[in-house]
Structures are given as structure tokens and as C-alpha cells.
T-cell receptor, first 112, second 115 residues
Framework: KQEVTQIPAALSVPEGENLVLNCSFT??????LQWFRQDPGKGLTSLLL?????REQTSGRLNASLDKSSGRSTLYIAASQPGDSATYLC???????????FGKGTMLLVSP | ETGVTQTPRHLVMGMTNKKSLKCEQH?????MYWYKQSAKKPLELMFV???????ENNSVPSRFSPECPNSSHLFLHLHTLQPEDSALYLC??????????????FGEGSRLTVL
């Protein structure tokens, strides 16, 4: 059974810092991996989707990488802003399962 | 409207009540999902519908009853719930279900409190 772990569970940084959120998984036979953002009490917003054949995806200040062999993905946020404060979740789809397995998320707080 | 819309946003019900959650997607997608999000736990998949047929039922108690009348609408009928069912219920959609699922789009969620 696929297990997804996100470290750290919570992170607090001052505005302007570059930061890395980690996601690890136990079964490398994945089809794709998706990073989401969730604001308190709200739904999930898709940030980046990486197919299994890809190594990374970029959108603005966000860069997500995928290393299937080591079972890891990272989400890099450049020049963090208070508006980036939210919970970030990674989710991946295993080949053959057709459903997403989610991590518990990293709660990020960016202070002005 | 665009995206995935859920109503109501907040719902309080007693254990003997019957209520329904509604989800509507305006993306032209073929697959729709119900997820449950409880505090300190990962999102749990409840049901998947593809082209209006249920393709996944993730061992969900029968007090939760899904309905998908067409590819744009998804309901979750609730009856005789327990306090531990209190959670954020999220609806999502994707272009297809299966190996070509692609990106998942979520609604804002329905916050359910069972007294």
C-alpha cells in the first residue's frame, strides 16, 4: 500500500526566504504526482502536476521536482510572501490504482 | 460559473436528520469524486463516478449514499450520521478516470457538523 509522508508538518519563515517542502512515497510505480494548496476551511487548489516521465514542473515562483527512484518530490517556493501561507499537500497516483493517495500536508506560515 | 461548486458550504445536522450535499462542475469533465477530510488525517477517497457510473466505493458506511444523475452533478445523501462523521467533504472532478485521469480540480468543500 502506498504511503505518502510530508516533512515538515509545519514551517514558519520570514518573508522573502526561499523554501523547500518535501514529499516522500514508498511505492515508486506512480503515474503522476500533484501538488495542491489549501487555505483554511477551503478546498484544494492545484499548483503543479508532474507526469511520471517528467523530472520537474515550474509555475511562477514554484518549482516541483520528482525523483521516482528515491521516492521523493520537492516543492520549491522562491521569495516567499505572506500570501503563500497555507497548507501544501502532495498527492500521487499509482499505476494501476487510478486514485490519488494524499499526504497529510505541510502547514506554511510566512511572516511579514 | 466556472470550476467546481459545492453547496451548502456549512451544514449542521442531528444524528436523525437526512440531508444532502451537492456538487456541480462546469469543466466538462467525465469523472467526479467525493473526499472526506478530517483533522490531522490525509484526505480519504469515498466515491468515484466515471461517466455517471460508480467505479469506486472505498468501504464507506451505508449512511453515506452518493448519486450522480449526470456528468455535471454529484450528490452525497446523508442519513443517521454519527458525530465522528463531522468533517470537510470535498468534491472533485477530472477529465477522465483511470490512467488518463490527469489533473484533479476541487470545490470549496462542505463543512459538516453532526451533533
Amino acid at each position: 500500500k502506498q504511503e505518502v509522508t510530508q516533512i515538515p508538518a509545519a514551517l514558519s519563515v520570514p518573508e522573502g526566504e526561499n523554501l523547500v517542502l518535501n514529499c516522500s512515497f514508498t511505492d515508486s510505480a506512480i503515474y503522476n504526482l500533484q501538488w495542491f494548496r489549501q487555505d483554511p476551511g477551503k478546498g484544494l487548489t492545484s499548483l503543479l502536476l508532474i507526469q511520471s516521465s517528467q523530472r520537474e514542473q515550474t509555475s511562477g515562483r514554484l518549482n516541483a521536482s520528482l525523483d521516482k527512484s528515491s521516492g521523493r518530490s520537492t516543492l520549491y517556493i522562491a521569495a516567499s510572501q505572506p500570501g503563500d501561507s497555507a497548507t501544501y499537500l502532495c498527492a500521487l497516483m499509482n499505476s494501476g490504482y487510478s486514485t490519488l493517495t494524499f499526504g497529510k500536508g505541510t502547514m506554511l506560515l510566512v511572516s511579514p | 460559473e466556472t470550476g467546481v461548486t459545492q453547496t451548502p458550504r456549512h451544514l449542521v445536522m442531528g444524528m436523525t436528520n437526512k440531508k444532502s450535499l451537492k456538487c456541480e462542475q462546469h469543466l466538462g469533465h467525465n469523472a467526479m469524486y467525493w473526499y472526506k477530510q478530517s483533522a490531522k488525517k490525509p484526505l480519504e477517497l469515498m466515491f468515484v463516478y466515471s461517466l455517471e457510473e460508480r467505479v469506486e466505493n472505498n468501504s464507506v458506511p451505508s449512511r453515506f449514499s452518493p448519486e450522480c444523475p449526470n456528468s455535471s452533478h454529484l450528490f452525497l445523501h446523508l442519513h443517521t450520521l454519527q458525530p465522528e462523521d463531522s468533517a470537510l467533504y470535498l468534491c472533485a472532478s477530472s477529465q477522465d478516470w483511470g490512467f488518463s485521469t490527469g489533473e484533479l480540480f476541487f470545490g470549496e468543500g462542505s463543512r459538516l457538523t453532526v451533533l
